[in-house]
């Protein structure tokens, strides 16, 4: 039974895959927690939509639901705060609140030729600069440009100035705070392919390019900032903290310091490495963007993306009807063959860092008449340890900085076959905190941050002790070098064939 006078922190973690909200004590243990999966729409091949408006009435719903089941009252929620699928696009009609179309989906390729379009005006380079990001269809500005042109309510509600933009972040705030607020953090608009990271302001070069008027977009904050308050569970609640999904895990497993990593397995993976307080640019195409701003500190951080991890585990359970759940992976990885050879490159939706080729589809390598469910499958999670090694290796070039351990986090982190894989191909230490859930928990530490800094003269202070990863797991290699070098060079092949099969 909780007490009345305890006082807890809210967070809702929009996902791609699912949504859910948490409720921490103020020392930041899960009291209790609620989930919705998201559905998904694949209306054409490469295609992805959500129901921007269904989030929200489940989000609101989540939270009635679990303050009930808990007995707590909105009063003693001194905080909330936000973390969402990035780059997801809403557009919405402000008179109404209804979304004009679906919300286009980070993973959704339909912009690829607007994105050529850039890309052959020679503005890879500009683009780079301002926004620290690779022209690709992942980032907002490309899909905001595609429902301009292709949607004809945009047409009109622009002219009436009636049209907002927002990514999950902005649009759950908007409707939380009940129209009032049209923000976005800094971490989010760093996402959007249009926001300037060094001036701190939309591109107003960029905007021009795609035709994008500057009115539909959010205003830009810092993480911690007051952004409004919810009365929509009784007593007004204050909303306090807000991050895209990849930096808020990245503030829950504690990296706040340059040259921490952490590595989420997701429905896509995503490595982000803080690289401190200078903007930085990588030559192998990894991308740039704004860790967290927190008062006076502010961090960059390089990020490379495999587009297919979990999703690949739901490949083979939705499409090829190899298990019924996901967990099944972990035996079905020890019981496969070891004299079976098979490579798996999942790239179904593209290739990403460092060889961005979305064009490039997936391809199954070294098959045998013993090849059967257990192979596939341990060859898709090995898979993944081999991408994160490709992204590993750049970035440390890119950096200068030699990475020693990983934080890991994300559905597939409970795998212990996958994670031991991944510490024996890197041949690093791999940690994995016992709250894997580290997007809401960071989302917890940026809206406590700021409860905090009311009462302390608005003083922003991150006290690492209490921030850091306290309980955790660790995996160290199992395989020595060489062998893992063997299976690296294999690997190479196989994306080497893929590449050049599709160019
Ligand atoms: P998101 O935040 O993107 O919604 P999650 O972090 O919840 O995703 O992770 C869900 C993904 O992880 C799903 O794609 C699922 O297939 C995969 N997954 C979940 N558990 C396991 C497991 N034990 N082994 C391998 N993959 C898993």
């Known amino acids: 039974m909780i007490c009345n006078m305890n006082k807890f922190i809210l967070s809702i973690d929009q996902g791609t895959t699912s949504s859910r909200v948490v409720i921490y004590d103020k020392n930041f243990i899960v009291i209790d927690s609620l989930q919705k999966d998201v559905d998904q729409f694949f209306p054409k091949d490469g295609w992805v939509e959500h129901d921007a408006y269904s989030i929200w009435k489940d989000v609101k719903k989540l939270i009635k639901d679990l303050l009930k089941k ?74 905001i440009k595609w429902i301009l042109d292709n949607n004809p309510k945009a047409k009109s509600l622009i002219k009436e100035k009636k049209l907002l933009f927002g990514t999950i972040d902005t649009w759950l705030l908007w409707n939380l705070t009940e129209r009032k607020s049209h923000l976005t953090d800094i971490t989010n608009a760093s996402r959007t392919m249009l926001y300037d990271l060094e001036n701190e302001d939309w591109s107003h070069e960029i905007l021009r390019s795609l035709n994008i008027p500057k ?44 040259g921490q990593t952490k590595s989420t397995y997701g429905t896509g993976c995503f490595l982000l490495m803080n690289i401190g307080e200078k903007f930085k640019l990588s030559s192998n195409n990894l991308i740039t963007s704004v860790a967290f701003k927190i008062g006076n500190e502010k961090m960059y951080c390089f990020e490379g993306s495999i587009f297919v991890a979990g999703s690949a585990i739901q490949w083979l359970r939705d499409k090829l009807f190899f298990f019924k759940d996901a967990k099944q992976t972990e035996l079905l990885y020890s019981e496969a063959k070891s004299s079976e050879n098979v490579v798996i490159v999942p790239a179904l939706t593209g290739l990403g860092a460092p060889h961005w080729n979305p064009n490039a589809r997936g391809a199954i390598f070294g098959l045998t008449r013993n090849t059967a469910i257990p192979e596939i499958v341990k060859a898709t999670l090995d898979s993944l340890a081999f991408q994160t090694f490709d992204l590993i290796n750049i970035m440390e070039k890119d950096s200068n900085i030699k990475i020693n351990e990983i934080y890991v986090d994300g559905g597939m982190a409970d795998n212990k076959k996958f994670i031991q894989s991944l510490s024996d191909i890197l041949q690093i230490e791999i ?58 060079v294999k690997w190479k092949k196989a994306v080497s064939a893929l590449i050049s099969f599709h160019s």
């Open 70 to 143: 808990n007995n707590i009252d909105s009063s003693q929620i001194l905080s909330i705060g936000i973390s969402n699928q990035r780059e997801t696009t809403v557009m919405w009609d402000k008179t109404n609140g209804i979304p004009i179309n679906r919300a286009i989906v980070w993973q959704d390729r339909r912009t690829n030729d607007i994105c050529k379009n850039l890309r052959d005006q020679k503005l890879e380079k500009k683009v780079q600069k301002i926004t620290g990001l690779v022209i690709d269809p992942y980032f907002s500005a490309t899909k």
């Open 215 to 258: 009115d539909i977009l959010p205003e830009v904050t810092q993480n911690t900032y007051d952004f409004g308050s919810t009365n929509l569970f009784g007593d007004s609640i204050p909303i306090g903290g807000m991050a895209g999904d990849q930096q808020a895990s990245a503030i829950g497993l504690s990296c706040f310091k340059k």
């Open 431 to 488: 940690i994995k905190p016992s709250n894997v859930e580290a997007s809401a928990l960071g989302a917890a530490y940026l809206a406590f941050i700021n409860f905090m800094s009311q009462k302390n003269n608005n003083q922003l202070a991150i006290n690492m002790d209490k921030y850091n990863v306290k309980e955790s797991i660790s995996f160290i290699p199992k395989i020595d070098k060489s062998s893992a070098k063997t299976k690296l």
